[in-house]
Structures are given as C-alpha cells and as structure tokens.
C-alpha cells in the first residue's frame, strides 16, 4: 500500500507560479505511475499531468505551462505550475497507479488547494 501526501498549495495571482510535491510512503515507489488531478468547485475531478516509464501526459488546458516530474530518490512527485490563471483554481491531488495498468488510480492523496486570483 501506498500513501501519499500533498503540499505546496496556496494562493498566488495570476501568472505567477506554485509547485506541488507528493510524498509517497513505502519502498515500492518506482512501479508505480504518478498523476496529478483537481477538482473545482461545482465540477467534475479531471486529469491534469500523469508521468510513466511511458512518458509525461498533459491535458490540454495546463500544456506548455505545467511540468510533472518526480524524484525517485525522495519517493516524491511534482507538478511545477507556471504562468497561473485563475481557472487553475481548484483542489489538486496526486494519485498513483501501477505502471501496468496506468489508468487504475488505486491510491490517493488528501489533496491541496490553490488559489488564482486575477
């Protein structure tokens, strides 16, 4: 089993940058995919960054301008967000699924809320 734990959130004005760590406990951190969600107000969680032995995945709406990696070492992900607009606003959470099977988040953090304001 897996536990993650978020931090970094906060409030910020638009444009500006935050950047989100995901602390995993256990020894077994290298077989697993890393991906970061939010979840706004009144709406649905959606993907916003995975990274794989595959490779890094982006939605659309944070490309050029989120960055996922991760720090095997540290048993630690990150989502670096630059260039921030308020529509970022949300609740982020990490999760981590097995590398085999990449779209079955089996474990999930409590997440971390960051704030836009224009």
């Known amino acids: 089993q897996v536990q993650l734990v978020e931090s970094g959130g906060g409030s910020v004005q638009a444009g500006g940058s935050l950047r989100l760590s995901c602390a995993a406990s256990?020894?077994?951190?290298?077989?697993?995919?890393m991906g970061w969600f939010r979840q706004a107000p009144g709406k649905e969680r959606e993907f916003v960054a995975a990274?794989?032995?595959?490779?890094?995945y982006y939605a659309d709406s944070v490309k050029d301008r989120f960055t996922i990696s991760r720090d095997n070492i540290k048993n630690t992900a990150y989502l670096q967000m630059d260039s921030l607009k308020p529509e970022d606003t949300a609740v982020y959470y990490c999760?981590?699924?097995?590398?085999?099977?990449?779209?079955?988040?089996?474990?999930w953090g409590q997440g971390t809320q960051v704030t836009v304001s224009s």
């Open positions: 256990g020894r077994t951190f290298t077989t697993y995919g």
């Open positions: 999760a981590a699924a097995f590398d085999y099977s990449p779209s079955d988040y089996l474990y």
């Open positions: 990274i794989r032995r595959s490779g890094t």
